[in-house]
């Protein structure tokens, strides 16, 4: 069972940066597309980036741009930088192992993290 651990969260002002890291458990991201997703309160969750094993990426309108999804893989280590942040942007942010490398509609995924707080004031 791969664990996924999230960390970097917390809270800035609109217009900070934040930078996401997602550690796994065992040799991961090399074999599976990675995607950072989020849920604002009362929202469904949503995709926000994806990359996919051969390093191309995908991003959701909100965030291109602004951020950017990363990998290390000899670390095991998936990256997320946000730059000008929104309050809109606020959300619990997840890192999962998906089948379908894309941030709309069904992606399949197959692990999940537990999740980092991203809290942006105005």
């Known amino acids: 069972q791969v664990q996924l651990v999230e960390s970097g969260g917390g809270s800035v002002q609109a217009g900070g940066s934040l930078r996401l890291s997602c550690a796994a458990s065992?040799?991961?991201?090399?074999?599976?597309?990675m995607g950072w997703f989020r849920q604002a309160p009362g929202k469904e969750r949503e995709g926000v980036a994806v990359?996919?094993?051969?390093?191309?990426?995908s991003y959701a309108d909100s965030a291109k741009g602004r951020f950017t999804i990363s990998k290390d893989n000899a670390k095991n280590t998936l990256f997320l930088q946000m730059n000008s942040l929104k309050p809109e942007d606020t959300a619990m942010y997840y890192c999962?192992?998906?089948?379908?490398?894309?941030?709309?509609?069904?992606?399949?995924?197959?692990?999940w993290g537990q999740g980092t707080q991203v809290t942006v004031s105005s």
């Open positions: 065992e040799y991961t991201y090399s074999s599976y597309c």
């Open positions: 999962a192992a998906v089948v379908v490398c894309k941030v709309a509609g069904s992606t399949l995924p197959i692990y």
């Open positions: 990359i996919d094993t051969d390093g191309t990426t």
